[in-house]
């Protein structure tokens, strides 16, 4: 003769064993995962800024260096360049006091295999430009070198008249977002 009471029990004590322990935080791990929001894809930004004024008429006879390095690889969607320069001191000096040659902001942006993707050489005032460089139909993966070399003067004197010059890059990556969590992966 079977008793029903001892298959249900021992049913229940098989239950109860497997949600207790590590196996119990298991299935109430799997429990709140179900209750999160899934995950995402998102865009995660990095700024590479350089940003420099002349500020003494001396400045003039030292040239101003920057290299500065980013990597792009297969997540990398875009890359925007945002460049602008004023002479606000040469333009305001008599135009046989400096030349061309004295003033200048020379800007290139190399890929990861040597080839130029974007460059720059004025020797006056340049307003805003923005250019966006698209995967065709893919970045060169590897550091991307931004060089600039730049010359200029200033004179803080009497009025603040200082030849300046902004490059930003942004470079802009997907990424998957976790809801609960701040950092993108």
Known sequence: ????????ALLMAV????????????????????LR??????FNNKKISIVHEFTTVTDYAVEYTNRSTFSV???TTEINVYFKATFELSRNLPP??????????RATLTDGEGMVQWEQDVSDDANPLEETLEPNPSFAKGEWVLE?????????TVISVNDNFVIIVTVTNTCIQYPLVEDCF
């Open 96 to 105: 046989s006091f400096w030349d061309n040659e004295s003033r200048y902001v």
């Open 73 to 75: 690889n297969e997540q």
């Open 37 to 42: 929001d899934p995950a995402y894809e998102d």
């Open 15 to 34: 239950l109860m064993a497997s949600t207790s322990g590590c196996m119990g935080l298991i299935a109430a791990r799997e429990s709140v995962e179900g």
């Open 148 to 156: 600039v070399k730049a010359r200029g003067g200033g004179d803080n």
């Open 1 to 8: 003769m079977r008793r029903p009471g001892l298959g249900a």
